[in-house]
T-cell receptor
Framework: GQQVMQIPQYQHVQEGEDFTTYCNSS?????IQWYKQRPGGHPVFLIQLVKSGEVKKQKRLTFQFGEAKKNSSLHITATQTTDVGTYFC???????????FGDGTTLTVKP | KAGVTQTPRYLIKTRGQQVTLSCSPI?????VSWYQQTPGQGLQFLFEYFSETQRNKGNFPGRFSGRQFSNSRSEMNVSTLELGDSALYLCASSQQGRSPLHFGNGTRLTVT
């Protein structure tokens, strides 16, 4: 079945440093979604990418979808303490009809 | 618009018992998905319901079941509880299955 792998599992950074998490799917995706879960909270939708090679920005966050639509990345520039949490990617395969979540990358930021 | 509402927030059950969790989706959302979240296991897909029909199912034993009502509210049931069923159970609604998911706060189930 479809598998979505996300790396790294954990990332500890100093405030102000950059952060990147990578998501790789075993199958071609129709689209990919990114979510953020704060400690003790629930996942909250951040963005959806649909087109091959698509790049979207939200302030300090940059999301990319690979040309082959099998991988994606989330990059945060100059992390802040408010960025802490677990970032999940979710790959959607039209044929499978469901979202497959990666295991998430947990980001901690040291002030 | 009210968000996704899950009840109860916390549950403590003993092995062998059964439990029913409830989820009220965002108004207008017809798709409801259920996920199990445990430390180290991420978000594991249980099932998705759309217009009262189960559209997708994850790799969980038959002890896990669900249903959706005509008003899109959904319930999931776990029978013969095992210690390993202790987890946060998250419900998510969307307009359709591939739209962004809106999660509830979850039900934290502890099995002793």
């Amino acid at each position: 079945g479809q598998q979505v792998m996300q790396i790294p599992q954990y990332q500890h950074v100093q405030e102000g440093e950059d952060f990147t998490t990578y998501c790789n799917s075993s199958t071609t995706l129709s689209n990919i979604q990114w979510y953020k879960q704060r400690p003790g909270g629930h996942p909250v939708f951040l963005i959806q990418l649909v087109k091959s090679g698509e790049v979207k920005k939200q302030k300090r966050l940059t999301f990319q979808f690979g040309e082959a639509k099998k991988n994606s990345s989330l990059h945060i520039t100059a992390t802040q303490t408010t960025d802490v949490g677990t970032y999940f990617c979710a790959g959607i395969n039209t044929n499978a009809g469901k979202s497959t979540f990666g295991d998430g990358t947990t980001l901690t930021v040291k002030p | 618009k009210a968000g996704v509402t899950q009840t109860p927030r916390y549950l403590i059950k003993t092995r062998g018992q059964q439990v029913t969790l409830s989820c009220s989706p965002i108004s207008g959302h017809r798709s409801v998905s259920w996920y199990q979240q445990t430390p180290g296991q991420g978000l594991q897909f249980l099932f998705e319901y759309f217009s009262e029909t189960q559209r997708n199912k994850g790799n969980f034993p038959g002890r896990f079941s669900g249903r959706q009502f005509s008003n899109s509210r959904s319930e999931m049931n776990v029978s013969t509880l095992e210690l390993g069923d202790s987890a946060l159970y998250l419900c998510a609604s969307s307009q359709q299955g591939r739209s962004p998911l809106h999660f509830g706060n979850g039900t934290r189930l502890t099995v002793t």
